[in-house]
C-alpha cells in the first residue's frame, strides 16, 4: 500500500513525490514523499489526529534556513500556507501566523508605531524565526517572544511559553514533535517613521556587507562566540564565524556551483547550478579547515534534512 493511501482525506491539497527544489531558498533538493497543504488549521488538525502514527512529518516554511537532500524527504511533508499567515496588532503586541513572512511581520508593526525592526532583514518565516531564534545585529527574536501556539502530532493545539521554548543563541529547545501555528511578540512603541527609518538603515547596512542578491541562507555557522555582530564599532570579531572562515584562506571558496560568498565569507551561495550534495559538502570542507586552522569546530546553523541521493 503506498502512503497516499494510507493518508486520510483532506480538505486542502496532498501531492505524491512533490519535487522540493522550487520551494527551497537554495533551489536545490529532492521531492517529499507527499506534500501536504492544509486548508486551514481545523484540516490540519483532522489530518495529524487520523494520520498513521509510523508516518514521519516535518513541517516547513519558505525553507530559508535548510538545505534539502537529493534523495528527498520520507513521510510527510507539511507546508503552511495563507491561512496560517495573519498579522495583528493590539497595544504594543504583534500576533503572527506562522507561515507570515518576517520582513511584513516588521512592516506591519511598524506602521502601528511597534518596533520589531530586526526582523526586516530576516529571510524566512515567524515560525523559522521562532524556532531557531533569529536575529541580526544584537537583537533576537526571544528578545520579544511573548507565547506562541502550536499542534502536537494527536492534533491538540498547546500554548507555549519563553522558558518552554528553551532559546538559546541561534537556537531552541521547542518540544520535538511540535507543529508552530503562531507567535504573539511585543516591541517597544515608536513613531512608525522612526521605525521605517531604523529598518532602512538595517536594510542598506545588509546590503553593504551581505550578498543579498545571491542564493543563500544566510549566515551558514554560528558564531563560536555566542552572539550575532551588533555592527556597533565596539563589536569584536576574533570569535564570529566569518573571520574564522576569511582567516583559514576560504572567502570565496568554491566547490561545483557552491561559494562561500567573496563578500561574506559566513555565507553559503549556490551560484546558479550547485546541488545540495556540493552546498552541504563545500560547508563540511570549510568546517574541516576552519578547524585545522585554528582549532574551533565551527557548528551548522543551516538544517540539513532529507535522503542521500542513492549512487549506482
Known amino acids: 500500500m ?6 486520510p482525506e483532506v480538505r486542502g491539497r496532498l501531492t505524491p513525490e512533490r519535487g522540493l527544489a522550487d520551494l527551497s531558498w537554495l533551489r536545490v533538493g529532492g521531492a517529499a514523499e507527499v506534500l501536504f497543504q492544509p486548508q486551514d488549521q481545523d484540516d490540519l488538525a483532522a489530518f495529524l489526529r487520523e494520520c498513521p502514527a509510523d508516518v514521519p512529518v516535518f513541517p516547513i516554511g519558505v525553507c530559508s534556513n535548510l538545505i534539502i537532500r537529493e534523495g528527498g524527504i520520507r513521510g510527510v511533508v507539511i507546508r503552511l500556507g495563507r491561512a496560517f499567515a495573519g498579522i495583528s496588532v ?43 531564534n533569529a536575529g541580526c545585529y544584537g537583537s533576537y527574536t526571544s528578545d ?3 507565547e506562541a501556539t502550536a499542534m502536537t502530532r ?18 531552541s529547545q521547542m518540544p520535538e514533535g511540535l507543529i508552530l501555528l503562531e507567535a504573539v511578540l511585543e516591541g517597544p512603541h515608536r513613531e512608525p517613521a522612526e521605525i521605517e527609518a531604523r529598518m532602512t538603515e538595517i536594510v542598506q547596512k545588509r546590503a553593504a556587507s551581505q550578498p543579498v542578491d545571491d542564493r543563500s541562507c544566510g549566515s551558514t555557522f554560528r558564531n563560536p562566540a555566542g552572539f550575532s555582530s551588533t555592527g556597533e564599532a565596539t563589536d569584536v570579531h576574533d570569535m564570529k564565524a566569518w573571520k574564522l572562515i576569511e582567516d583559514a584562506g576560504l572567502r ?4 561545483g556551483g557552491a561559494q562561500m560568498s567573496p563578500k561574506h565569507a559566513n555565507f553559503l551561495v ?19 579547515r576552519v578547524f585545522e586552522h585554528s582549532g574551533v569546530r565551527l557548528e551548522w546553523e543551516i538544517m540539513r534534512v532529507g535522503e542521500w541521493k542513492a549512487t549506482s
Open 2 to 7: 503506498s502512503l497516499m493511501e494510507r493518508l
Open 90 to 132: 493590539e497595544g504594543n503586541r504583534v500576533r503572527a501566523g506562522a507561515a507570515a513572512l518576517d520582513r511584513r511581520v516588521a512592516t506591519t508593526a511598524a506602521e502601528a508605531g511597534v518596533d520589531l525592526s530586526f526582523l526586516r532583514t530576516i529571510p524566512g518565516t515567524i515560525g523559522g524565526a521562532v524556532t531557531m
Open 144 to 146: 520579544v517572544f511573548r
Open 154 to 171: 494527536h492534533g491538540e493545539t498547546v500554548k507555549l511559553t519563553g522558558g518552554e521554548m528553551g532559546f538559546a543563541y541561534r537556537s
Open 252 to 255: 570565496g571558496f568554491s566547490l
Open 270 to 288: 549556490n551560484n546558479g547550478d550547485a546541488s545540495a550534495t556540493e552546498l552541504e559538502e563545500l560547508g563540511e570542507m570549510v568546517r574541516k
